[in-house]
């Protein structure tokens, strides 16, 4: 069905054709067996996973920058995903850069975007989420705005966190998009260690104190100081998640680096990769690429140099520190390749855009296939 839609989304612009599918999906959602239509299916029992202490019905999720204000959770869960990430949120609304901001390069199957984080505002997602459907997994992605400063970067990340905290089950920490001013550069050890060590704080005091006051509603603990709001759709005994999403451009010292932080501050993780703005290989005329301007490359130009990128920190950051793969993902093969890496997750962006759900379908059953002789093994242990 999504194949027969397609080219006639593909004659609107990407941004136009963006909205309408979300409508189109949440008009589906209210119509019983509208979604398996498009290819929509649940992932299958044998898909579960369970990586940093959650359960995840599957294992592909959504990637940030899709579902940016958290306005589609539910039917996105209905679609196929195991987890659905959300973001980049920034403390403040932000309109992000002008338009046009994203471009499809359709020889490559391929994305160009410079949104530049725009989104409602981390206090409009949190009212969202706080209405979503219980046990649906979901990340928060979180940045800085744009007019914010490097050196006080930190307080924004630190405002999105104490807000998203009640209503979502990880974080991201977003370092590496290249559509704001000077935010890669907090992808440098000092910086960057300095976010992730009051974040990790943060969450370990969270967790010992302020989850038991947000369950029983109590004014003890810590307080949001941008919602207010303490009632929490989970509880967790042990401290959130924290992962860092990476840029695949690192240099392999760069790398070094991330390893040494990820052990220094003792996050949860690293999802590998972020977009690109290399320009290597295309299909697409060079003069048309150099006429579309800046931004980041996503889709398969991008799979080779994610799936290095993810066995490289895999080689360096044993389990149980995750590595979430993303970067090209547009069949179960490119899904299976970022596994085989190292990856315990995978996400989709631009193969979602050119596959549709029937994307999700095949790398679940793709998974579950390969995770039933393991099943069988332990339960004849």
Avoid: W
């Amino acid at each position: 069905m999504y194949k027969l839609l397609r080219p006639f989304l593909f004659r609107l612009s990407p941004e136009k054709a963006h909205h309408l599918t979300f409508s189109l999906l949440e008009f589906a959602k209210q119509v019983p067996g509208a979604l398996a239509l498009v290819g929509g299916v649940r992932p299958p029992k044998g898909a579960a996973v369970e990586v940093m202490g959650l359960k995840f019905p599957g294992p592909v999720g959504l990637a940030a920058g899709m579902d940016k204000d958290a306005a589609h959770v539910d039917a996105l869960a209905r679609i196929g995903f195991g987890f659905v990430e959300v973001g980049t949120l920034t403390p403040v609304a932000q309109p992000g850069n002008e338009r046009p901001r994203l471009f499809r390069l359709k020889a490559d199957r391929a994305l160009i975007n410079r949104m530049g984080f725009n989104n409602g505002g981390v206090q409009a997602a949190v009212v969202r989420l706080r209405k979503r459907t219980p046990g649906i997994i979901v990340g928060g992605n979180i940045g800085k705005n744009k007019v914010t400063p490097n050196e006080q970067a930190l307080e924004d990340y630190v405002k999105c966190f104490e807000a998203l905290h009640p209503v979502v089950d990880y974080f991201v920490v977003n370092v590496s998009s290249p559509n704001t001013p000077g935010l890669r550069a907090l992808q440098e050890k000092g910086p960057l260690l300095a976010i992730l060590n009051e974040l990790k704080r943060r969450a370990d005091e969270l967790a010992v104190n302020g989850e038991q006051r947000m369950v029983n509603g109590s004014d003890s603990g810590h307080r949001s100081p941008i919602t207010g709001h303490q009632s929490p759709i989970t509880s967790h005994r042990s401290p959130k998640p924290i992962l860092l999403k990476i840029a695949p451009d690192l240099t392999d010292g760069e790398l070094d680096d991330i390893v040494a932080v990820v052990r220094e501050s003792g996050i949860a993780g690293v999802i590998a990769t972020n977009t690109t703005i290399a320009r290597e290989g295309l299909k697409m005329p060079k003069a048309e690429v150099e006429a579309i301007g800046a931004g980041g490359l996503s889709g398969p130009p991008v799979r080779k140099r994610s799936t290095e990128v993810v066995r490289y920190l895999r080689e360096r950051l044993p389990r149980p520190v995750v590595i979430i793969g993303v970067g090209g993902i547009d069949s179960a093969e490119a899904a299976m390749e970022k596994l085989n890496a190292g990856a315990d997750l995978v996400q989709v962006f631009t193969g979602l855009i050119y596959e549709g759900p029937a994307l999700l379908k095949r790398i679940n059953a793709t998974f579950a296939a390969r995770m039933a002789p393991r099943m069988d093994t332990d339960e004849h242990r």
